[in-house]
């Protein structure tokens, strides 16, 4: 091959598109973004949900399709983009180890799209749908919380006694105390949706001041 035909590889397509393959692709992303939406707000157990940051995911998913429908088969499209997107730094923080998932499933929905390879991306969406709803179920992070009793003199063995009593299992964590109060915090699984009552429960006990039960969501019960 000589070389004016290798130029001519580079900077031909090898590959001819329609514009109804296009507009295919760009409504399979959105219907596919649309869908991770809708998981990412169902599924979300964060301490704040970002609506920006849902959207951001379609809009990636859709971006990433049309810019594999532009690279199509050239080689040289693919090396300029690949040079033109090194220049992007993304410096927004990931709060939730989650989202970093949610991330790639819009990449990955993007890539399945624009090369033509759709299914793939529905296996794939709905067996992460059905990985997320499983996890979510979890009964372990749905009973779970932080028990925090505060107070003067707190009598540490009515206070696991009645936590004993009222949850399935549960470990001390922390125990502080300073010259004007104690502070005992325990990790305790629920029984049952019964948080209010074990916090009121422990706040009769003699010497307790206050009571915190909190969710791993960061939601504080009493």
Same mark, same amino acid.
């Given at each position: 091959m000589s070389k004016k035909e290798i130029f001519k590889y580079l900077i031909e397509s090898n590959s001819s598109i329609s #514009?109804?393959?296009? #507009?295919?692709?760009m409504l399979a992303a959105l219907v596919l973004g649309l869908f991770m939406y809708f998981m990412y707000r169902k599924t979300y157990s964060g301490v704040a949900y970002s609506k920006s940051?849902?959207? +951001?995911? /379609?809009?990636? @998913?859709?971006? #990433?399709t049309m /810019?594999? +429908?532009?690279? $199509? $088969? =050239? &080689? @040289? &499209?693919? &090396? $300029?983009m690949v040079g033109s997107l090194s220049v992007i730094r993304f410096r927004t923080a990931i709060k939730e180890p989650?989202?970093? @998932?949610? &991330?790639?499933?819009a990449i990955a929905i993007g890539? =399945?799209? $624009?090369?033509?390879m759709y299914v793939v991306a529905v296996v794939g969406s709905a067996v992460i749908a059905i990985l997320l709803l499983f996890f979510r179920k979890d009964a372990y992070d749905g009973n779970t919380y932080l028990i925090a009793v505060r107070g003067n003199a707190l009598d540490s063995g009515a206070i696991e006694k009645l936590i004993g009593e009222n949850t399935r299992s549960w470990k001390l964590r922390m125990r502080s105390s300073t010259g004007? !109060?104690?502070?005992? +915090? !325990?990790? @305790?699984g629920l029984k049952k949706s019964n948080a209010s009552e074990l916090a009121r429960a422990l706040r009769e006990i003699d010497g307790t001041d206050a009571v915190n #039960? /909190? +969710?791993y969501t960061g939601e504080v019960i009493g």
């Open positions: #514009v109804y393959q296009v #507009v295919f692709a940051f849902n959207q +951001t995911l /379609v809009l990636l @998913a859709v971006i #990433v /810019v594999m +429908t532009i690279i $199509g $088969g =050239s &080689l @040289a &499209l693919s &090396l $300029g989650k989202d970093m @998932a949610f &991330l790639f499933w890539l =399945s799209c $624009g090369a033509e004007e !109060y104690d502070e005992i +915090t !325990y990790e @305790a #039960v /909190v +969710t």
